[in-house]
Every structure is written in structure tokens, then in C-alpha cells.
């Protein structure tokens, strides 16, 4: 199984980027899809999650109004759309797959500075 992310790179406050995370070798409509974060020196935090079909999703009061998960289980890609990024948001940015079993992908790297 895995998890490929893409889309991170460097942005200015305010900005917005688009993560994607393409999955294969499991059944993906039967996963919990999440996205995390970490920075440095700081604990790995949920961001985004949203449910095996696509009806639910949660988010902390940090991201939410800022950023929208989304998934397509036709093509087994889940996305994160980010938008008025600020400095704090700066971390790596890692999707997670939830179900029987866990799988994490490798990460990438958003950073938000002028």
C-alpha cells in the first residue's frame, strides 16, 4: 500500500495551495481519509478529516473556514485545498488512511512566509 502526496511548496501569507494525495494497493472507499501536520519541535495534529464516502468531514477551529478536504474514490485521490494561509500554518503536511489497517505517506512541505 501507498500514500503519494504532491502540491506543497513555499506561498505567501494569504495564499493558497492545493495538496493531493494519491493512494493505491488497499481498498480506498473503505478508508477514513485524514490529513496532518507537523512542525518542528511541535506534536503531528489532525487538520482534515473526512469519512469513507465522502458525507462527513471534521476539522479543529484552526483550519476550519480556511481549509476543505475532499476525496475521489473513483480515482483514489483525497486533496486538502488551503486557502488564507498564514505562517503558523508551516509544517509538513502528511496524508493518513484509517481502516483496518493505518498507512501514512511521506510527507510534504508547505511553507508559508513573504
Known amino acids: 500500500a501507498q500514500l503519494v502526496e504532491s502540491g506543497g511548496g513555499l506561498v505567501q501569507p494569504g495564499g493558497s495551495l492545493r495538496l493531493s494525495c494519491a493512494a493505491s494497493g488497499f481498498t480506498f472507499s473503505r478508508y477514513v481519509m485524514n490529513w496532518y501536520r507537523q512542525a518542528p519541535g511541535k506534536e503531528r495534529e489532525l487538520v482534515a478529516g473526512?469519512?469513507?464516502?465522502?458525507?462527513?468531514?471534521n476539522y479543529p477551529e484552526s483550519v476550519k473556514g480556511r481549509f476543505t478536504i475532499s476525496r475521489d474514490n473513483s480515482k483514489n485521490t483525497v486533496s486538502l485545498q488551503m486557502n488564507s494561509l498564514k505562517p503558523e500554518d508551516t509544517a509538513v503536511y502528511y496524508c493518513?488512511?484509517?481502516?483496518?489497517?493505518?498507512?501514512w505517506g511521506q510527507g510534504t512541505q508547505v511553507t508559508v512566509s513573504s
Open positions: 493518513n488512511a484509517r481502516g483496518t489497517t493505518t498507512y
Open positions: 473526512i469519512s469513507s464516502v465522502g458525507v462527513h468531514t
